[in-house]
């Protein structure tokens, strides 16, 4: 990671340095996202993309320092578009610090997305809600005050198939309220779950606790059965399940899905299916710099055994398979990356985001993109402020064969944009494409789109 003075604005950010990496490590594709630390993953799968809700680790933290959410969307799981920041601090005008783990649903034609915060007013921590018409935001604060307030976090919506729907949070008690149909109210008061060692397994050690539940609750129901993940026994967390024939229990502990793994002493659990397959997610902190306040989101595929139960899972760099291909005929974002190295992404004067503080020898993978028989350009939207710069297009790695190198020159402007084009030869079947950045020192130029023709 590096510290970046760039446009008058000092800037903290995740970034991968060149030098860190091994070559090992520019193939895989876990942790997800490259170019800031992300915590707390919540998956929610829509209109057959998966989008990924998650928290941001400020560089350098010794603490949870985090200040706004992040959202990241996919068709394929492994290759990720940044949609940047729709929500932070600010949103909620009565939260004073601590942007922690959320979760987003939907229902009735909006986003609801809960989040704990600290309450400015009570100095405790808070469950707020926000609300969207669109996965990738922007976010409202849904009723300008606490959803819910006890100083417990983490909080989980679950719509069930009855139409009922629950919100859970706690650490270091397990709490529920049952939903209105509104999301944005509830029936009743706050119900503690019983944490039995039945129900949550044995903690060694801790009489004041003995449950291994810590934090973290991720409900769902699949084949009539409710499976509660959590964070289990800090510190370090693995991750624990346990299932109930109803929602609020009574529930029985199953075992170990995550062993403790990784380079943070915290782990936050989510669990989709999404185009037949079942996908788990989860945060270390593998990324260099990265550990227990600057972590990095990541996932594995899994499948039930035939009993329902949950395999134990490992924490890998190669991450899930690709589910389909890319297609580099129609404009793709920039900032769909499959891995990264000395990149940054930030809002565009365009809309959406871009790919900026690009460096000779920075480099963008994009996995399983389908040539077909076979492409004759690239072109590229960028801009520049300095001299400029190439992109080359390599095939199969940073270091891979050139099939084209487009010239960019200065526009004028890091968001004054031009498009450029080159020819393009030998690009056919299906590649993983490599977008090398070259040229001289300093920041050579910004990329919002490509397509290929």
Not at 98 to 107: L, N
């Amino acid at each position: 990671m590096r510290t970046l003075l760039r446009r008058g604005v000092a800037l903290l950010t995740g970034l991968l340095c060149v030098a860190v990496l091994t070559p090992a490590a520019a193939r895989a594709d876990n942790p997800i996202v490259q170019t800031v630390y992300t915590a707390d993953p919540a998956a929610l799968v829509h209109n057959g993309r998966v989008y990924l809700y998650t928290g941001h680790d400020e560089d350098g933290s010794t603490y949870f320092t985090m200040k706004e959410w992040r959202v990241y969307s996919s068709a394929d799981m492994v290759n990720w578009t940044d949609h940047g920041v729709p929500m932070n601090l600010a949103t909620f005008s009565w939260a004073s610090a601590d942007a922690w783990a959320g979760q987003t649903v939907y229902r009735n034609g909006r986003f609801y997305w809960y989040v704990p915060v600290k309450n400015r007013a009570t100095g405790r921590m808070a469950i707020g809600v926000a609300v969207s018409d669109s996965p990738t935001g922007p976010f409202r604060d849904a009723i300008g005050r606490p959803l819910v307030e006890n100083g417990e976090i983490d909080p989980h919506a679950f719509v069930d198939d009855t139409g009922q729907a629950y919100l859970y949070w706690g650490n270091p008690n397990l709490w529920y309220v049952r939903l209105n149909a509104d999301m944005t109210s509830f029936s009743g008061s706050p119900t503690q779950i019983p944490l039995t060692t039945a129900g949550f397994g044995t903690r060694s050690g801790n009489t004041s606790r003995p449950t291994l539940y810590e934090e973290a609750p991720w409900v769902y129901k699949r084949n009539g059965t409710y499976y509660n993940i959590f964070a289990a026994e800090c510190c370090s967390e693995f991750i624990g399940y346990s299932t109930a024939p109803g929602p609020t229990g009574p529930w029985t502990y199953r075992g170990t899905i995550m062993p403790r793994q990784g380079g943070s002493f915290t782990n936050h659990p989510a669990i989709i299916d999404f185009n037949g397959g079942s996908y788990f997610f989860y945060h270390n902190g593998a990324l260099p710099g990265g550990g227990g306040f600057t972590r990095s989101v990541a996932v594995e595929k899994f499948s039930y055994r035939a009993d329902g139960t949950i395999p134990t899972i490992n924490m890998t760099t190669a991450g899930a398979p690709q589910v389909g291909t890319l297609n580099p005929y129609v404009r793709q974002e920039a900032e769909t990356i499959a891995w990264s190295v000395g990149v940054e992404t930030e809002p565009s004067s365009e809309g959406g985001m871009n790919v900026g503080w690009i460096e000779h020898g920075d480099h963008i993978k994009v996995k399983g993109v389908a040539f077909g028989a076979g492409a004759t350009s690239f072109t590229a939207r960028v801009a520049s402020a300095s001299a400029g710069g190439r992109i080359e297009v390599r095939l199969g790695s940073a270091t891979g064969a050139v099939v084209g190198t487009c010239t960019v020159g200065a526009t004028g402007g890091w968001q004054t944009w031009t498009t450029v084009t080159c020819p393009v030869s030998g690009a056919t079947g299906t590649q993983d494409v490599f977008l090398r950045f070259a040229g001289g020192s300093g920041y050579l130029l910004n990329v919002n789109w490509w397509q290929f023709r």
